[in-house]
């Protein structure tokens, strides 16, 4: 899966899980989804990193219809790592929804004992 989604948000610690999914692996491509707190303060490893920066004000609705545009033809892998270790719930399922309305199919990723890990294959 060369491209990874991460949501990239609110939550104690969890810009350190999602800069070491970054770094797990060879990612063609990765999208941060992010607030304007992120955008100004997270340090992109790499330039493969973009970030989708989004207003987690706004209603759902509105999210994924942002979050869509962030991503649309950006990308044309049928399957993606998504990393849902930060954020808010209401950001998660609007992500959830926009991949969904992108015809993507994906793949929980997270890290095992500090290496990349996809939920659900034991390993």
């Known amino acids: 899966m060369p491209t990874l ?16 999914v970054l770094k797990s692996q060879e990612w063609t ?4 989804i992010t607030n304007q707190f992120g955008k100004e303060n997270f340090v992109k490893p790499s330039d493969n990193v973009e970030l989708v920066v989004i207003d987690p004000f706004k209603e ?13 033809d950006k990308f044309n892998d049928f399957e993606i790592a ?6 808010s719930g209401k950001e998660h399922m609007a992500l959830l929804e926009a991949i969904l309305e992108l015809g993507c199919n994906f793949r929980l990723v997270t890290l095992k004992k500090e290496q990349y890990h996809i939920l659900g294959l034991k390993a």
Not at 5 to 20: D, H, P, Q, R
Not at 60 to 72: N, Q, W
Not at 82 to 87: E, Q
């Open 82 to 87: 998504l990393n849902l270790v930060s954020g």
């Open 5 to 20: 989604i991460a949501c990239l948000s609110t939550g104690k610690g969890t810009w350190l899980e999602v800069s070491k």
């Open 29 to 32: 491509k990765v999208f941060l």
């Open 60 to 72: 759902t609705d509105d999210l994924v219809e942002d979050i869509k545009k962030g991503l649309k």
